[in-house]
């Protein structure tokens, strides 16, 4: 499979913030985000058999591993047999995708499924049908995470939440971070419209900037 970075730190966004995990960063993404930080993943992956992936995250003692991208999912076949190895072997496993992309048999196999739901600053769009089938199949385990950089971003964001998320369990509204000017009007919103979701912070950035592999 492609790899672009394999690390270990602690989450940096979502309802899991602070957890210490192993990062596997898959290479190759199917959108092209405007304010997209992971840019490095659009090319240049590392191939690396499923054995490599394990033995490099076991040199670690966590037993916990976050599998983010680029968009993990355009790596199916192997991405699977990965996480079926991982499970095995009694991991936490975290999953991060676009929203693009559904798959029951590896949504099974994960224990938190973090979904993005692109907004209209990205320039890109999650698929509906992707979000809803998640949302219906995996509630208790799903987050759907906006990446939120104005008021516009919000009210899209909002309008899916009373739609097609209506029934979803954990909503998260991230704050842009080259827009995180806009966080306390994001808060304000949040309030006056007595929101269920969650305004979270990349507290990674707070840490540590634009640093790759913490
Ligand atoms: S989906 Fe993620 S990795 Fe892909 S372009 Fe958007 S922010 Fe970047």
Redesign the pocket.
Known sequence: MKVSEIFYSIEGEGIEIGRPEVFIRLAE?????T?????Y??ENGKDMSTNEVINEVAKYPCRSVSIT???PLLQKEELLKLIQRFKKMKYWIQINT?G?IFDEEIFSLADLISM?C?CPS?K?RSELDVLEKTSKLFKQKTQFKF?ISDENDYEYAVNIVSSSLRSASNIVFQPEWSSREFAEDLISLVKRDNLKAKVILQQQKVLWGKKRGV
């Open positions: 993404c199917n959108l092209r985000c304010w997209c930080d992971t840019k993943t659009w991208g680029g968009e676009n693009t993005d692109k990205s890109m990446v």
